[in-house]
C-alpha cells in the first residue's frame, strides 16, 4: 500500500505564490510518474501537471509559464511551484503518483484559493 500526503494550499492573493509537496510513503520500490491535478466547484477534475521518472515534464496549457513541478526521487516527493496565481487557479490540488501504468494512487487533496 501508498500513502500521499500533501501540503502546502492555502489563500494567496492574486499575482501571489505557493508551493505545494506531496510525499509518498509505503510499499514503494520506484516510482513511474507523479502529476498534480485540480478540480473546481463543479468542474471534472484536469491534468495540471506531469513529470515521470526521467523528468520529462507536461504542463496545462492554462499553467504554462507560471507553475513548475519538480520531484526529489530519493524522497520520493513531488512539488508544485505554482507563481503568478489567478482566480481562475481556485481548485483543489491532488497529487498521483503512478507506480506503474496501471498502478496509480491519489493524495486527499489540498484546497488553493486565490482571492483577494
Known amino acids: 500500500q501508498v500513502q500521499l500526503v500533501e501540503s502546502g494550499g492555502g489563500l494567496v492573493q492574486p499575482g501571489g505564490s505557493l508551493r505545494l509537496s506531496c510525499a509518498a510513503s509505503?510499499?514503494?520500490?520506484?516510482?513511474?510518474?507523479m502529476g498534480w491535478y485540480r478540480q473546481a466547484p463543479g468542474k471534472q477534475r484536469e491534468l495540471v501537471a506531469h513529470i515521470t521518472g526521467g523528468g520529462t515534464t507536461n504542463y496545462a496549457d492554462s499553467v504554462k509559464g507560471r507553475f513548475t513541478i519538480s520531484r526529489d526521487n530519493a524522497k520520493n516527493t513531488v512539488y508544485l511551484q505554482m507563481n503568478s496565481l489567478k482566480p481562475e487557479d481556485t481548485a483543489v490540488y491532488y497529487c498521483n503518483v503512478e507506480i506503474s501504468p496501471l498502478d496509480d494512487y491519489w493524495g486527499q487533496g489540498t484546497q488553493v484559493t486565490v482571492s483577494s
Open positions: 509505503g510499499s514503494i520500490f520506484s516510482i513511474y510518474a
